[in-house]
């Protein structure tokens, strides 16, 4: 493990100026209009700062070399487009990497932590993006489920989370490329993002959706909505939204087949139970076999391990167009489950792949760096240095594999 405060830090964003990341077309023209850039001209700046911001992902306007120097120091002294502050950084023996990221206050609160995760695997890398600080939800297996909800990120932030992550690994075009120019998608480094991090991006809709539509912008950031996939423990009514509204792919956290299991691992299921869930499913705007939803399902042993689950399982999903992913628990300091063993996860996904889905087991990536599904904690909780130790140990003694 590898951990650096990174050297070139940028100019972090302030609390009281508003940030043109994170806003539509629509409001960056009325933002402009607003500090007197004539009507005239507002459409043709606003795409070029779409293009300084997105494409070639600019965070100083003294780098915008095709608007003039009055209109840049007119946009400095009344906008931002700074990048959050790199608290730490870390890498993972395995390549995984984890910004733990300061935003400024916003109205009267107190400036917020939260931590966004990469995963390099062959062909693809995955970014991990948080929608909240904390999570009102309390799924008892999740370390973010004993940590109360600050509050929501806005589009600004989450979308920052994307802008950083791209800048730290080098992911944005030599800036000077011509204005105009295809950014070339197949060697990005960055290739997928998954609403996965801190939080329950459906708790949060309008700046997740808002962040979402501005990533996979075909004139700035260009992700293919195929390649964003948004994680929700359940909540049927804005899953209907996500896919009408948002277009992105949907994960859901499953974790149970039985209502009165799920009750209690997801407990935002007593509100939205299993049926309702799994019907939104079936009607999910989009949905085809080629385009299936991701069911996950923590690994907890002893509690929903059983090859009666699996079967439960396959029945369950019957006639929705599915992927299933097993998720070995990630064991953080005080939990009460424990991750179930090897051979029986083996056992249950042989099962679930001759019910015929491929591949169903997600390799844990980032351990040793508590990067993992559901490790996730903001700074104002992290652990003391004796706790930490304590579960290094745990780690070592449960998970040699690794
Ligand atoms: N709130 C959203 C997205 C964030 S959690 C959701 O619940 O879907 C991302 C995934 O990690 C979810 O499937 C979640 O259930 C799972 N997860 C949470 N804690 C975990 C843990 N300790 N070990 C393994 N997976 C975990
Ligand atoms: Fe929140 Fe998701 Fe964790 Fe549940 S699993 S507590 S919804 S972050």
Known sequence: MEQARPSAKPRSASAEMPNLIGVDREEMAAMLRGVGVPDRQVKMRVSQLWNWLYVRGVSDFDDMANVSKDLRSTLRAHFTIARPEIVEEQVSNDGTRKWLLRFPPRGAGRPVEVETVYIPEAGRGTLCV????????????????TQRLVRNLTAEEILSQLLLARDRLGDFPDRDVPQGSMVPSSDRKITNVVMMGMGEPLYNFEEVKKALLIASDGDGLSLSKRRITLSTSGVVPEIYRTGD???VMLAISLHAVRDDLRDILVPINKRYPLKELIEACRNYPGV?????????YVMLKDVNDSLQDARDLVKLLKGVPAKINLIPFNPWPGTNYQCSDWEQIEKFADFINQAGYASPIRTPRGRDILAACGQLKSESERMKKTDRMAFEAMMIAGHGED
């Open 130 to 145: 948080s929608s909240q600080v904390g999570c009102t939800l309390t799924c008892s297996f999740c370390h973010t489920g």
């Open 245 to 247: 509204e948002i277009g």
């Open 288 to 296: 085809s076999n080629a385009r299936r939803i991701t069911f996950e």
